[in-house]
């Protein structure tokens, strides 16, 4: 069987800005009662899972730390999936937690390798 490859599938949403040759990615699990979208700001939290960043919460998760590569859908359970813990990627494609800005993220995630462009 041969492999075929169609343009209606893929919806570019420009979450990657630039250097796309520097990502890099790893394997997470995501929280179980969450339903995050690619581009999602993750943090850890004490158990080692990863939850949509919020300013306010004190389990460890409010320190952004990666973004997530897919959606993942982990309302019934925890999920295994895939987070960019390198790149450059456009602020406008990420979904950012309650109480957390752009502004309040970037230098966090820049020393983590993580670079916010705007535009």
Do not use: C, W
Not at 51 to 79: F, K, Q, R
Not at 98 to 103: K, Q, S, V
């Amino acid at each position: 069987m041969k492999a075929s490859f169609g343009s209606e599938s893929f919806q570019p949403d420009n979450l990657v800005a630039a250097n796309a040759h520097l990502l890099h990615s790893r394997q997470i699990t995501i929280k179980s009662g969450q339903n995050l979208t690619r581009g999602a700001v993750l943090g850890k939290d004490g158990d080692g899972k990863y939850l949509l960043s919020l300013s306010a919460a004190v389990d460890g998760s409010e320190v952004p730390d990666l973004i997530l590569a897919e959606d993942a859908d982990a309302t019934d359970g925890d999920v295994v999936t895939i987070a960019y813990s390198r790149g450059d990627f456009l602020e406008s494609a990420l979904t950012i937690g309650t109480a957390h800005t752009a502004a309040s993220i970037r230098e966090g995630l820049r020393a983590k390798g993580i670079v916010l462009v705007s535009g």
